[in-house]
């Protein structure tokens, strides 16, 4: 399989696909393909793992799609400004998303639950730490929002994230969630009651513009009557 990614900041990742490769993707992400591409839905691992994915925000279903007779093509577009990025998963290779940010991938890629080691503060830490875990073999697409910066941890060092903005971690990484210190600080800070603890070793990805932070910028100027 070959890729090229292009139309920032409204990305799409164009795929060509040898016969009989095939992509597996979340319902809606396709945008344009070649005749010979055939579709199939399927639970991809059962029922059990259809609701790990629906837990982490993805849908209950993907859908496959192969190329028979020859080569083909097919397109996924992000479904918000921002960027997709490529990577390559293995043994020793899995990589952390962020919820809803798998786009497409090669069939080899597998999605699960990303368990904290505190489920406590898993749960009460806000939608942004509920997450997903790419593991198995292949290329996996994921779709962050706004611009991304890469941070390179060492074994043991750390990075206080705010909520949201978390796109993406190796699964090396280790993530703890903590409140913010301080009544005050927590009630009139305007920066929200949890932050999100990130520890090294491997590497980090942020993202600029999450998209719940847009949605409540725009919530006063939606509201009826404005």
Not at 155 to 160: H, L
Request: with cysteine.
């Amino acid at each position: 399989m070959e890729y090229q990614i292009e139309g920032r900041p409204l990305p799409v990742v164009i795929c060509q696909l040898s016969a009989g490769e095939t992509m597996i993707t979340e319902r809606g992400s396709m945008c344009w393909m070649s005749p010979n591409m055939k579709m199939e839905t399927t639970s991809n691992g059962g029922i059990g793992k259809a609701l790990g994915r629906m837990f982490t925000g993805e849908a209950l279903f993907q859908n496959r799609y192969t190329a028979q007779g020859g080569e083909g093509m097919i397109a996924f577009a992000s479904s918000f400004p921002g960027d997709i990025r490529a990577f390559e998963v293995g043994p020793g290779k899995e990589i952390v998303l962020q919820k809803s940010g798998f786009l497409a991938s090669e069939a080899g890629v597998q999605l699960s639950v990303f368990f904290q080691k505190k489920l406590g503060s898993g749960l009460f830490g806000g939608e942004g730490f509920i997450m997903q875990k790419v593991s198995g073999t292949g290329i996996v697409f994921a779709e962050f929002d706004g611009h991304i910066v890469e941070y390179e941890l060492a074994a043991g060092q750390s990075m206080i994230v705010d909520t949201g903005y978390l796109a993406a971690m190796d699964a090396t990484c280790s993530m703890d969630i903590k409140t913010v210190p301080g009544v005050k600080n927590a009630l009139f800070g305007g920066e929200g009651l949890f932050n999100t603890i990130v520890t090294g070793p491997g590497k980090v990805y942020l993202q600029t513009m999450p998209i719940n932070n847009v949605a409540g910028a725009l919530q006063p100027f939606l509201s009826t009557g404005n």
